[in-house]
């Protein structure tokens, strides 16, 4: 079984890169040529949501005085969205950022990490509505 395993992981030019395996199929726990990817670690870090080490504010706000600031950061670069009255609606104005970004990225790549990418923007987008 490893050995297939590991001759279709041969082929994906794995070098460099993160085995993911919930990227194509979200909630995955199977690791399998069908269901997994190789991909950067940059891919690898835009879908996680930092929920150990955020706080008690949803991804992409924290609290400043009085009110709720929505931030994203995209190449290490920290992007100020606004200042809010309630964490929910710095959160939305996030989320529309996280999708943009995402399908931005989505663009540059090949399938099938393309569709991935443009379905997770999509459920990013739908948190939002």
Known sequence: MFSAFREWMDDQGWQGKNLDKD?????N????????????P????LLTN?????????QGVYKIRDKYRAQ?????????????KTPSLAEAVYLKAKSKHI?????????????????????FSRLDD
């Open 23 to 27: 990227l194509l199929v979200c909630g």
């Open 29 to 40: 726990k199977i690791y399998s040529p069908e269901t997994c990817l190789f991909v950067s």
């Open 42 to 45: 940059a891919i690898n870090r």
């Open 50 to 58: 930092g929920m150990a080490s955020r706080g008690k504010y949803p």
């Open 72 to 84: 994203i950061s995209i190449n290490n670069i920290n992007t100020f969205l606004g200042d809010f």
């Open 103 to 123: 399908r931005n990225i989505a663009e540059k790549e090949s399938e099938p990490l393309r569709s991935a990418l443009l379905r997770h923007a999509s459920l």
